[in-house]
């Protein structure tokens, strides 16, 4: 059964960092790829990230290049997002997402998505 896990979010002042894993149960990282997505209230759920199946990086919005960074650990089978510089505006649900195949699929076409962890950004 395939089944994504995410943790780590919290509440965090502006300024601040989290790290975000993604544990995935079922399937093995080297087949699929993994995506970051978010979701702020009242917004439309947007992409953050996506590693593929070869390591890849895609950034699907690119004012986060250079403070968020993805990466994995095959050997404990997740998948990793490391917030930094973190502002108000970053508070929302993350989601990760796995698409099976070698690329990062375009927009929100993912086989599997997670339950979502929380993010709040606020003094």
């Known amino acids: 059964q395939v089944q994504l896990v995410e943790s780590g979010g919290g509440l965090v002042q502006p300024g601040g960092s989290l790290r975000l894993s993604c544990a995935a149960s079922?399937?093995?990282?080297?087949?699929?790829?993994i995506g970051w997505f978010r979701q702020a209230p009242g917004k439309e759920r947007e992409g953050v990230s996506c590693?593929?199946?070869?390591?890849?990086?895609?950034y699907y919005t690119e004012s986060m290049k250079g403070r968020f960074t993805i990466s994995k650990d095959t050997a404990k089978n997740t998948v990793y997002l490391q917030m930094n510089s973190l502002k108000p505006e970053d508070t929302a649900v993350y989601y990760c997402?796995?698409?099976?195949?070698?690329?990062?699929?375009?927009?929100?076409?993912?086989?599997?998505w997670g339950q979502g962890t929380q993010v709040t950004v606020s003094s």
């Open positions: 997402a796995a698409d099976y195949g070698p690329g990062c699929p375009s927009g929100e076409m993912y086989d599997y």
């Open positions: 590693i593929s199946s070869h390591d890849t990086i895609t």
């Open positions: 079922g399937f093995a990282l080297d087949a699929y790829a």
